[in-house]
């Protein structure tokens, strides 16, 4: 007599639905999703740790060294600024401050003739002594600075020049200001040529254009421009706007125009994709009441497409907001001490600036890398929310 698990098992093959697979296919299936939760687990433990390294690296970068010493103001020390100060601190001191010494007694001439005790900014070494990230200074130097320290007069400060300044030779002075002016004045460029050109592009092929070959073309070039490497783009601006239409090398006007001929595709991709999402029944409405095509779709189709629209063209300006290959064809990997006033004038950009920092020998300049991602990434990530933010607020499920 068969026991009960012979009896199930038999009745089990018996059954004409059985399917002998069916076990390998289970074991597959959990095999499929151990990998999947496997891949997304790596993927979020190495966004955190990028994360993690980019803010313990970068948030240095937003204090500063200062150091309280006696400063000597007259016709001689104005001159020669180094002598400003006694010997034994010369090396505390940042060159920068050395520099700037002759307008700051040109600002305030009650102070010649006196030594006042002064907070000046300290030099990159002593800086990154301080931060505990690695030590240049001697041993007479180490024993001064401490004395300083037990005197209170040293200080880390928050870097207003990182914020407030552009870029500079001297590390403790170098700044993030005028590459975030020139991202500006390039996306504005960028933005302004883009957005409307690709918007009417893509009206055009979804509404207007006849279906036959032609259409085909451009459309199937279209996308492919879109998977095109953008250091090509780049190639093709310095090609048309530099040597075939002259424009000023390292403006922000030919940045724009560059990184605008890269956007292009994704603004017309997206805008496509935003108008065919309307429902047919809004145009047979419109026909119906003896609207024209135009009519149709200037008043409905387009109102009602353009979060999507708006969406797509964000998402396409973050990402020309990041890139940096185009402009180094186009000259934007310059150094820009001062913020330009126009888009005529040389400039750098974000992406150009942290690409320049990074080949730097000095400790300082790392932070600075590190922390000028942050504020890259902060940008970016505020242009990817106000595109989801947009795409809520307005979207409307039919």
């Known amino acids: 007599m068969k026991n009960t698990n012979e009896t199930t098992k038999d009745s089990k093959y018996n059954n004409p639905f059985y399917d002998p697979t069916l076990t390998k296919r289970h074991i597959k299936d959990k095999i499929f999703k151990a990998i999947s939760l496997s891949a997304l687990i790596f993927s979020v433990v190495f966004l955190v740790i990028f994360f993690t390294d980019i803010i313990t690296k970068g948030i240095p970068s937003f204090k500063q060294a200062y150091v309280q010493l006696p400063m000597t103001y007259n016709e001689e020390t104005v001159q020669d600024s180094i002598y400003a100060v006694e010997e034994k601190y010369e090396t505390l001191v940042s060159r920068a401050w050395f520099r700037d010494m002759p307008k700051n007694a040109e600002a305030n001439p009650s102070i010649m ?122 190639l093709l601006g310095l090609a048309i706007f530099i040597n075939f239409f002259g424009m000023p090398r390292s403006s922000a006007l030919v940045g724009g125009l560059t990184l605008s001929l890269m956007t292009f595709p994704v603004i017309i991709v997206s805008s496509r994709m935003a108008l065919r999402s309307v429902p047919a029944s809004i145009r047979q409405a419109g026909f119906g009441l003896g609207l024209t095509k135009w009519q149709v779709v200037k008043d409905h189709v387009l109102p009602l497409g353009m979060p999507g629209i708006l969406t797509g063209s964000i998402i396409g300006m973050a990402r020309a907001m990041g890139e940096t290959a185009p402009l180094i064809f186009v000259g934007m990997v310059v150094f820009s001490p001062d913020a330009p006033s126009s888009i005529f004038e040389a400039a750098t950009v974000m992406p150009a600036q942290i690409f320049t920092w990074a080949g730097m020998p000095e400790g300082a300049y790392i932070e600075r890398v590190s922390g000028a991602i942050i504020i890259l990434l902060g940008v970016l990530l505020s242009m990817n929310a106000a595109a989801i933010y947009f795409r809520k607020k307005y979207e409307i499920k039919w």
């Open 113 to 234: 003739g006196t030594t006042v005790n002064e907070w000046v900014l300290a030099d990159d070494e002593v800086d990154q002594y301080l931060k505990g990230h690695h030590n240049t200074l001697n041993d007479d130097e180490i024993a001064i600075l401490k004395e300083l320290q037990a005197a209170d007069k040293v200080e880390l400060r928050f870097n207003w020049i990182f914020l407030e300044t552009g870029d500079s030779k001297i590390p403790e002075n170098s700044g993030f200001f005028s590459s975030v002016i020139g991202s500006i004045m390039t996306i504005l460029v960028c933005m302004a040529v883009a957005f409307p050109i690709g918007v009417m592009t893509a009206i055009y092929l979804e509404e207007f254009a006849p279906d036959n070959k032609l259409s085909s073309i451009i459309e199937i070039n279209i996308n492919n421009l879109a998977a095109v490497p953008s250091i090509l783009f780049g």
